[in-house]
Nanobody, 126 residues
């Protein structure tokens, strides 16, 4: 089983930036599609970004498109989410996720993913 651990969350002012990290145990990301989701209190878990197993294709949800970058480092078995120009609406628990899939079909639903991290809190303040 794949174990995912997020880090890098914290308190940041509007307009600031954060880079979230997700480290995987044991298994390489080479054949996994990776994703980031977030969940605010009382809200559903929403898709943020995904990157295919080869790292050649990325896709972002509209609320973060243009402000965020998802990337992977296979040598470190890690996936990252760089978020810039943070807004109050970005406040949420952020989760990384993985699924064993090496194709190019976009994976944007929580049900698409089999492995999840514990989440890291991002709080954006004025």
């Amino acid at each position: 089983q794949v174990q995912l651990v997020e880090s890098g969350g914290g308190l940041v002012q509007t307009g600031g930036s954060l880079r979230l990290s997700c480290a995987a145990s044991g298994r390489t990301f080479s054949r996994y599609t990776m994703g980031w989701f977030r969940q605010a209190p009382g809200k559903e878990r929403d898709f943020i970004a995904t990157i295919n197993s080869g790292g050649s294709r990325t896709y972002y949800a509209d609320p973060v498109k243009g402000r965020s970058t998802i990337s992977t480092d296979n040598a470190k078995n890690a996936v990252y989410l760089q978020m810039n120009s943070l807004k109050l609406e970005d406040t949420a628990v952020y989760y990384c996720a993985a699924v064993y899939y090496s194709g190019l079909i976009l994976k944007t639903r929580p049900s698409d993913y089999d492995y999840w991290g514990q989440g890291t809190q991002v709080t954006v303040s004025s």
